[in-house]
Nanobody
């Protein structure tokens, strides 16, 4: 059973940066799609970054130019670099992966990001 474990969340002032990590217990080669979602209290969950296969990435307008997703296959890790953070980025951030075979979903436990104004 593959597990995804996030780390790197915390409290940061507006304008600051954080880097989230998501380590897979198995090989991330198994995942065709890996992404980061966030869930803020009282709001719908939002996809904030996606990386597909060889490295194609997509971002919503709300984070484009500020967030960068990347993957290190040798370390079985996906990263989310978050720069120029805003209070509205405050949320629990979840790592998510979809396997290439069987299209199976895996989720991490989440990591809290709090941006103070």
């Amino acid at each position: 059973q593959v597990q995804l474990v996030e780390s790197g969340g915390g409290l940061v002032q507006a304008g600051g940066s954080l880097r989230l990590s998501c380590v897979a217990s198995g090989s991330i080669f198994d995942f065709n799609i890996m992404d980061w979602y966030r869930q803020a209290p009282g709001k719908q969950g939002e996809l904030v970054a996606r990386i597909i296969g060889s490295g194609s990435t997509t971002y919503p307008d709300s984070v484009k130019g500020r967030f960068t997703i990347s993957r290190d296959n040798a370390k079985n890790t996906v990263y989310l670099q978050m720069n120029s953070l805003k209070p509205e980025d405050t949320a629990v951030y979840y790592c998510h992966g979809i396997t290439a075979i069987a299209n199976k979903d895996y989720w991490g436990q989440g990591t809290q990001v709090t941006v103070s104004s």
